[in-house]
């Protein structure tokens, strides 16, 4: 029992790791389905007593943000861990423990935002957008939201972690004769939803790091009196738009997967689906941000932009839905399990999209807009096309996953409450169309409470059916089936035992305790294990925790301080495994185009980069954006002083150079070279943190009047952005300390050095930044 | 136990000047959201039940096997080209509305310009002469009356639901909407953006009285005030 707790806590594989966020994302969903069956049983009558308003704003607040962001897109996550390597023929993800780490990070994230609720100020309560300025300190006080913030900036950096090392896997470790064209199509959706990901995630990043600054800091971004919703809309929105196609889909593509299975012939236009997927999905998703902004009273032209940049975005999926549609003409269909599930995704995403196309409307928002007719239109997005989708895809990879076969007679049972009771839940709420969001109780107008009732009704059978899917996969995995390697006849590649070694094992004697050794390929696996990933995601937790209590308990630092300790602890671990070579996975097969020349490495950390560039792009635009909308603002030079500051980017900029030259020696073979200008680099990199302490010190305690964080915007986003820079430049600094122990015992030649590279390319990131920063705040 | 503002009786008739194109459009978005729901989805149900595998039939698979490289670009220009239509027309119609709309340009004619604030939790009314009035507009009828809605807190959003007029209440900006009342009566006022623990309370009514009726209200306005 003890090794296999261990073997849970410390995986590293992907399919292990697929598994604990099915599980994870699921118990997730348990907690936001139980907020929905409170809010529920409030709405069934009217003028009912059963929540205080208070509550039910929590209630709303916190099933949006478990539903959407812990529970559908970890699910998609899920089985992106578990199918993508199998499906390209790759041996594991790209970087596995940077995957466990993802996962421990997004888990411990949840459950700091569910903490929440037994916290002062209870779990965040100004809903799932967390609209500006009511989720600031004034007028939602308490460490319980901030908590929440720094839960869901975890979950955030999990999302975005996990985005990079996907990306590269499917870029850079197919298979042998995996080429693009070859590529199934889950691997396919999956790649698109990171895509939108790696771009939507570090937006939000960045809006809710300006957030707690305002909670913690005392900063003025987003609780500034004029400005701040507005802000904070357009980020949000930024990310909130594509992050509904990041719900979709992998929905879509597990469809992609089952129907050809089930109708027994060949997707009907797959590369019409994927071209309109990549090339017009993607994109427009980025286009159409303004339109969740229609009565914000933004300009009147740039609505009617919105409005067909809306429309125009239905084009792409009226044609995937057609071109899944006419995989089932044709056809022979086997109306299993899996493909009732991926059929009724579909119906119920076109009921869904019709409504949105509605929505589209400007004239016809005016009236919707805020609405239960919303309310409704993205459950049967979100619930109905994505969950449904996905549950199939349960229902098909549990064969897969347990080795067993489910029980029939339960899943059928699943399905059709299922899909009678989602309708029963969510149409009535189309008629409720004048009945604003988000009240927690209203009065008693006779169509209300009749709908509302009904709507209440199906929403507990529909979550009580949700029951059977767990017993079922209880049943599946103590009493189930022995199931053939293929019980579905899929052609899919994942389906071959085997096939690329002990990868892809099949995963019964992994999920359940073994009685016996496991055989040889399943002990193989467990050798690529690491206690570090859990270690730091723990570390962080403990960490944001105390943070986050710090407003409110003098004794927030003491969990602060241990928490500091144990981020040290882990992250020493970590390069103590590294620096002993402790941690091996298999070697790749192969390298295909068009990156062999370029390391999987390096370009994980050029896709990390991209993250980074848009995580400061949008810290800076709201700096910007501050700036313009403030009446009056300090001269350059009154405050900071831009000598001062002329050295220390002086300072930076050498830094930069002398990383580059490191990287020149070691690529000629001189080992000595690349040690002395590493020491060169950390020396002026530290030089650079001193001269920004010193700054900052006599800005605060010499100078008067104290120029601090809290003595006005100019302050507020002074020492945000740069100190998010400073952030960074330290952590540099200590990979660099790491990376110049490693090069003195002659750990890089002129052949192996990424690690010296991916630094450099940090490091000139860094530089890059600063120069973005400096004349922002030293010069203008 | 919760008690709400009495609203009631809800006035129901009412034709501002944006219904007329507001129920067009719906009609149209309607009829052809139903067609093309019941034409993809009963296609759908058709296609399913048509081709199942009943018991006890065999597969053909000779017939049915699958190439997974066999990439078939089909006869998908047809659709393409239905499609693009339906959504070109779509923005023609958004266009022409946008165009016609009275959402764009004021009637011409002397309008009166009130202010709202909303604030947690009420909305209040700022009348030309610099009177404020805490929960009840009052304004008179066939009259084209233009608000300026801003907030003094948090975010809210202005809806009058029985006049399909509504914009949100921006802290630190001011956004206008405007209507014409054509018929007397009460009418709902309610915010439509989760704005805290009083959400639900932040209601207010809309008087819509007689002109005569106005302006004896009006000419008194303030006086009770002390």
Request: hydrophobic letters at 50%; charged letters at 10%; proline letters at 5%.
């Amino acid at each position: 029992m003890a090794r296999w707790i261990s073997r849970w806590l410390f995986t590293t594989n992907h399919k292990d790791i697929g598994v604990l966020y099915l599980a994870g994302s699921l118990y997730f969903g348990f907690v936001g389905g139980l907020l929905a069956m409170l809010m529920r049983t409030q709405l069934s009558a009217p003028l009912n007593d059963f929540l205080s308003a208070g509550a039910y704003n929590e209630a709303v607040s916190m099933h949006g943000l478990l539903m959407i962001l812990w529970f559908l897109s970890p699910l998609g996550i899920a089985f992106g861990n578990y199918l993508v390597p199998m499906q390209i023929g790759a041996k594991d993800l790209a970087l596995p423990r940077l995957n466990a780490l993802s996962f421990w990070i997004f888990l411990f994230g949840g459950v700091l935002a569910i903490l929440a609720f037994a916290l002062p100020g209870g779990a965040a309560n100004s809903g799932w957008y967390m609209d500006q300025p009511l989720s600031t300190t004034p007028y939602s006080p308490g460490p319980g939201p901030t908590l929440v913030f720094v839960g869901l900036a975890m979950d955030v950096v999990a999302i975005m972690m996990t985005t990079v090392n996907m990306l590269l896997t499917i870029i850079y470790m197919r298979g042998p004769g995996i080429t693009w064209r070859r590529v199934p199509m889950f691997t396919w959706f999956t790649g698109f939803m990171l895509l939108q990901a790696m771009f939507a995630f570090p937006s939000l990043l960045a809006g809710l790091l300006l957030l707690v600054a305002d909670r913690l800091l005392g900063t003025l971004y987003l609780s500034a009196s004029s400005g701040g919703t507005i802000l904070w809309d357009n980020i949000f929105w930024f990310f909130g738009h594509p992050e509904t196609y990041v719900v979709v889909l992998p929905a879509f593509g597990m469809v992609a997967e089952i129907f050809p299975v089930f109708a027994h012939r060949n997707l009907a236009e797959r590369n019409l689906i994927l071209v309109l997927t990549g090339a017009a999905v993607v994109p427009l998703s980025y286009l159409v941000w303004q339109h969740h902004m229609f009565i914000t009273g933004i300009d009147l032209s740039e609505n009617q932009a919105f409005s067909i940049s809306t429309i125009m975005i239905s084009l792409p999926f009226d044609l995937i839905v057609i071109a899944f549609i006419k995989t089932l003409t044709k056809s022979h269909i086997e109306l299993t399990i899996p493909m009732l599930f991926a059929w009724a995704s579909i119906v119920i995403f076109i009921v869904g999209g019709i409504s949105g196309v509605m929505l589209s409307s400007y004239v016809l928002d005016v009236v919707w807009n805020g609405t239960y007719f919303v309310v409704a239109h993205f459950h049967y997005i979100m619930v109905g096309a994505s969950v449904f989708g996905l549950f199939a895809g349960v229902y098909f990879y549990l064969p897969r996953m347990t080795g067993r076969l489910f029980h029939q007679g339960l899943a059928k049972a699943h399905f059709i409450l299922s899909f009678i009771f989602f309708n029963v839940t969510f149409f009535p709420m189309y008629f409720l169309y004048d009945m604003p969001r988000r009240v927690f109780t209203y009065e008693p107008l006779p169509s209300w409470a009749t709908l509302n009732l009904i709507s209440t009704i199906g929403a507990f059978i529909f979550a009580g059916a949700q029951i059977l899917l767990v017993i079922n996969m209880y049943y599946t995995l103590t009493r189930g089936v022995i199931s053939p390697p293929n019980p579905w006849r899929s052609p899919g590649l994942e389906w071959v035992p085997n096939i690329v070694g002990a990868s892809n094992a099949t995963t019964l004697e992994v999920v359940l305790p073994a009685s016996s050794p496991p055989p040889a390929a399943v002990q193989l696996e467990l050798e690529h294990t690491s206690r570090r990933p859990i270690q730091l995601a723990l570390a962080m937790a403990v960490t944001l925790f105390g943070i986050a209590l710090l407003t409110s308990f003098i004794w927030g630092w003491i969990v602060v301080g241990i928490g500091f300790i144990l981020v040290a602890y882990s992250v020493g671990g970590w390069m103590h495994d590294d620096y002993l070579d402790k941690f091996k996975i298999p070697p790749q097969l192969c390298e295909t185009w068009p990156f062999t020349r370029i390391s999987k490495e390096r370009l994980g950390m050029w896709l990390f980069i991209s993250t980074e560039i848009f995580l400061f792009g949008a810290v800076i635009s709201s700096d910007i954006y501050v700036r313009l909308n403030a009446a009056s603002w300090p001269a350059a030079g009154s405050i900071l002083d831009v000598m001062s500051g002329g050295w220390s980017s002086l300072l930076l900029i050498s830094s930069g150079g002398a990383m580059v030259l490191a990287v020149e020696s070691i690529r000629q073979g001189n080992r000595k070279g690349l040690v002395r200008w590493l020491w060169g680099a950390f020396i002026l990199g530290w030089g650079f943190i001193a001269l920004h302490a010193y700054e900052w010190y006599t800005m605060y305690y010499v100078d008067k009047p104290a120029f601090t964080i809290f003595s006005g915007l100019p302050g507020s986003i002074y020492y945000v952005t740069v100190g998010l820079h400073g952030i960074h430049v330290v952590s540099g600094l200590v990979v660099m300390a790491f990376i110049i122990a490693k090069a003195r015992s002659g750990r890089y030649d002129r052949d192996h050095h990424t690690g010296v590279v991916n630094l450099m390319l940090y490091w000139l990131l860094i530089d890059v930044v600063w120069m973005f920063l400096f004349p922002f705040f030293y010069l203008t | 136990v919760t008690t709400l503002p009495t609203v009631l009786p809800l006035a129901t008739a009412s034709t501002p000047p944006t219904d007329a194109i507001w129920w067009t459009l719906f009609h149209y978005y309607l009829f052809f959201g139903i067609a093309a729901g019941v034409l993809s989805i009963g296609f759908m149900i058709w296609a399913t039940l048509a081709h199942r595998i009943r018991k006890g039939q065999e597969l053909k698979p000779e017939r049915y096997a699958y190439h997974p490289r066999e990439h078939n670009w089909g006869n998908w220009k047809l659709i393409l080209v239905l499609v693009i239509i339906t959504v070109s027309v779509q923005s023609f119609v958004e266009y022409q509305t946008f165009g016609s709309s009275s959402l764009v340009t004021l009637p011409k004619g002397d309008p009166i310009t009130i202010g709202v604030v909303g604030r947690q939790w009420d909305w209040l009314f700022v009348y030309p002469n610099g009177v404020n009035v805490e929960g009840n507009l009052t304004v008179p009828q066939n009259q084209v009356i233009v608000l300026n809605i801003t907030s003094s807190d948090v975010f809210h959003a202005f809806f009058i639901p029985a006049l399909s007029v509504g914009k949100d209440a921006v802290p630190g900006h001011y956004t206008t909407v405007w209507f014409n009342a054509t018929q007397t009566g009460t009418y709902l006022i309610e915010c439509k953006e989760l704005c805290g623990v009083g959400h639900a309370y932040m209601l207010a009514h809309l008087s819509v009285v007689p002109q005569a009726s106005y302006t004896e209200w009006y000419s008194t306005l303030g006086e009770n005030e002390t």
